[in-house]
């Protein structure tokens, strides 16, 4: 089956600094990845759309200096937040869509949990 | 702006009891997408639901779609305790670009 990863599981960082959290889809490739943040006990909100080799399209309301995106390949894309703040704590999720399955469904990463201090 | 509610929100239920979990969206959308999540962990994909009527079963989870009444219901038959997590529906806003908008959840939890 498909499978995706993010990288790290989870990090804790201090206030100001940057993070970058990996999406990779290992035995597919993905024409667009999708990157989603979700809260304690609440449900997914999206993010970002990144489309291989273009800009991501950012949902309103999504500071897009702050959470930066960048898709450069068809198995990798990278969402670095940037100056964390405590605010920014949350589970980050990132899926991707198959290129070639017939499956019409996006496949998930297991999440990454920051905790900024 | 296309809106996903879903409900309960919250069923605590008997194993071996029947129930429904029902999803309603604002817009039309014909892709209706059906999750499972564990504590602290990601996302399972269970049902694909992509035209008027389709109906998908897997065990003792089966979903429905009706485009019209923009309504999708997940039944469960017979609940077992490996049932016990989080179901969430969402839809496709775009029919075509896989964006989706999620629903609030419903936290099941099935006491032996």
């Known amino acids: 089956g498909a499978v995706v990863s993010q990288h790290p599981s989870w990090v804790i960082c201090k206030s100001g600094t940057s993070v970058k959290i990996e999406c990779r889809s290992l035995d597919f490739q993905a024409t667009t990845m999708f990157w989603y943040r979700q809260f304690p006990k609440q449900s997914l909100m999206l993010m970002a759309t990144?489309?291989?080799?273009?800009?991501?399209?950012?949902e309103q309301g999504v500071e897009k200096d702050k959470f930066l995106i960048n898709h450069a390949s068809l198995t990798l894309s990278t969402l670095t937040v940037t100056s964390a703040h405590p605010e920014d704590s949350s589970f980050y999720i990132c899926?991707?869509?198959?290129?070639?399955?017939?499956?019409?469904?996006?496949?998930f990463g297991p999440g990454t949990r920051l905790t900024v201090l | 702006e296309l809106k996903v509610e879903q409900n309960p929100l919250f069923l605590s239920m008997q194993e071996g009891k029947n129930y429904t979990i029902y999803c309603n969206y604002s817009?039309?959308?014909?892709?209706l997408y059906w999750y499972r999540q564990d504590p602290g962990k990601s996302l399972e994909s269970l049902f694909v639901?992509?035209?008027n009527g389709a109906v998908k079963q897997e065990g003792r989870l089966m979903a429905s779609l009706d485009t019209k009444a923009r309504l999708s219901t997940l039944h469960i038959t017979a609940a077992v305790h490996d049932l016990s997590a989080t179901y969430f529906c969402a839809v496709d806003r775009s029919n075509s670009n896989y964006q989706l908008i999620w629903g609030a959840g419903t936290k099941l939890i099935i006491k032996p």
């Open positions: 817009t039309t959308s014909d892709r």
């Open positions: 899926s991707a869509r198959a290129r070639s399955r017939v499956a019409d469904t996006q496949y």
């Open positions: 990144s489309n291989e080799g273009s800009k991501a399209t950012y």
């Open positions: 639901l992509l035209s």
